[in-house]
């Protein structure tokens, strides 16, 4: 009988893969950073090698680890960086340029042109998304136009993909082209409501139908490993972007829970059952996950730098060596002495969706020291995150009973708290923090009987920390007003 599931969890700055017990413990875990391409401010791209070669690396390390035999492995589940996209030949297998990564602004003005033709309510009313690059859709008309591919595409020379669908291409020699709704929902040519690309989304965007991959459920068989690569040919049968992989794996299963995501950058998705809820504030309505034929949406905010600028203080201001020593040199200080840091980097996402603002620290004295900006750059993935969540406070009309976290800055018991405090709700985290990759694993799980059912996933949920608010409602929307002025000075700064 199959001890585990293989979880392969494609992220933005790593590969990393999982191997989970019945329990939904980890048994064995491996990962692998890859390097960031800068080509020019505010672009980010990705070599698909490279992310090929350590998701195939950390997979056979896990294997190895876990000292498991290729019979114990039930399924394969894979999640992956959502909007970030691949170009490849039909015939070579090979990429045609690398991977335009999601927090990538080089499309910002094919947006603006697609907005000047009045196209943002068409798109907004079929994707649930907002004419921004942040989206898969217009990176793929940009790399079409630059390598001059269109006509190849037409005829099904050249594919495009999500992660996932290179990952799952690769996985099975070639054999597959696929997706799941999650990921196709994220791409702005995938209609939420017929379930289905889209020809008038496609148009706009000169996208070919012919170079997308087939949408599938989240959870069933998409195919099997080619045998050379693991060892034996193993069902790959789960897929879902990560963050509603991790909504999965948090078992956010019914209406109204919440759960936040602290990586790269920051992600909120609430469940919304099988209603596609408009926002009238700012976040998207997106695809949960499509299990039997039935979809289950969610309302999300996406915050585009969250921990990213934590490894910004390592990396760019040397602040740190490692992106933990952050919590040391944060903990030097009581607060952040009124400094404000708007990690805008690549624009702002949710609610504001400005492409051109850009990164801001300001309160700073004489006074202020390396500590309070650290505390500063911290304190933002929770003024973030509270921006979304006023955002669904005002679309659903639910208060905020509690938020489930995950993601490596939510092992920081600091910033929990504080982020407990600017809420003025409960923050839970579970003992298994790998939430993304378990929901892949669980997708891939049920499919397969590895677990009979949602119940098995619940009853496998057990906290390990809880934070309640211990600040007073006035010293909270005096930060929080702070915070909205150091916002809207961080607007529009690289607008041509």
């Known amino acids: 009988m ?5 979880a392969l969890d494609q992220g933005t700055t790593s590969s990393r893969s999982i191997l989970f017990r019945r329990s939904g413990r980890v048994a064995a875990s491996s990962q692998k950073e890859y390097p960031q391409i800068y080509p020019s401010p ?6 698909p090698e490279a992310i090929w070669k350590t998701q195939l690396q950390t997979a056979r390390a896990v294997i190895r680890q876990g000292k498991a035999k290729t019979t114990d492995i039930a399924a394969i589940g894979i999640t992956n960086q959502r909007e970030t996209v691949v170009l490849w030949d039909k015939n070579t297998g090979k990429p045609v340029d690398n991977a335009i990564v999601w927090q990538s602004r080089i499309t910002a003005p094919i947006c603006e042109q697609m907005k000047r033709k009045g196209l943002e309510d068409l798109y907004r009313s079929r994707t649930g998304l907002v004419l921004d690059p942040y989206f898969s859709g217009t990176k793929i008309k940009y790399l079409l136009h630059k390598h001059k591919l269109r006509a190849r595409a037409e005829k099904g020379e050249i594919l495009a993909g999500t992660i996932d669908t290179f990952l799952l291409w690769r996985l099975t020699g070639g054999e597959v082209h696929a997706t799941d709704p999650s990921n196709a929902s994220r791409t702005l040519l995938y209609n939420i409501h017929s379930g289905d690309w889209d020809e008038e989304l496609l148009g706009p965007l000169g996208v070919p139908r012919a170079m997308l991959p087939e949408v599938r459920d989240s959870s069933g068989l998409f195919g099997h490993s080619d045998k050379k690569l693991l060892g034996a040919s193993l069902p790959i049968a789960g897929i879902a972007g990560d963050q509603q992989a991790a909504t999965f794996g948090q078992g956010c299963f019914k209406p109204g829970m919440v759960k936040n995501t602290y990586g790269t950058g920051c992600f909120l998705l609430m469940n919304t059952g099988n209603e596609a809820v408009r926002s009238d504030n700012g976040l998207l309505t997106t695809v949960g996950w499509r299990i039997d034929g039935k979809t289950t949406y969610c309302l999300e905010g996406s915050v585009f730098v969250g921990g990213a600028a934590v490894q910004w203080l390592r990396d760019g201001l040397g602040l740190i060596k490692r992106s933990t ?12 002495g009124g400094v404000y840091m708007v990690p805008a980097f690549v624009g702002l996402g949710t609610p504001h969706w400005d492409p051109y603002a850009r990164g801001l620290l300001i309160g700073i004295e004489r006074g202020t020291t390396a500590g309070h900006v650290a505390r500063a750059t911290v304190d933002s993935m929770a003024y973030q995150t509270a921006d979304v969540v006023r955002a669904m406070q005002a679309d659903s009309g639910l208060p905020l009973r509690e938020l489930r976290v995950d993601g490596g800055a939510a092992l920081n018991d600091a910033l929990m708290q504080f982020q407990a405090d600017l809420l003025g709700a409960k923050v839970k985290r579970p003992v298994v923090n790998e939430t993304t990759a378990l929901g892949a694993a669980y997708l891939a799980g049920l499919a397969v009987g590895f677990w009979k059912d949602d119940r098995d996933v619940t009853e496998n949920w057990a906290q390990d920390a809880e934070w309640k608010s211990t600040l007073r409602k006035p010293a909270r929307e005096k930060l929080l007003a702070g915070w909205d002025r150091a916002v809207e000075r961080s607007k529009g700064w690289a607008a041509p």
Do not use: T
């Not at 199959?2 to 293989?6: E, G, I, K, T």
């Not at 505010?42 to 070599?47: A, F, I, W």
């Open 325 to 336: 020593d952050v919590e040391k040199l944060a903990a030097k200080v009581d607060d952040s």
């Open 2 to 6: 199959a001890r585990f599931v293989l």
């Open 42 to 47: 505010g672009h980010v791209e990705h070599d």
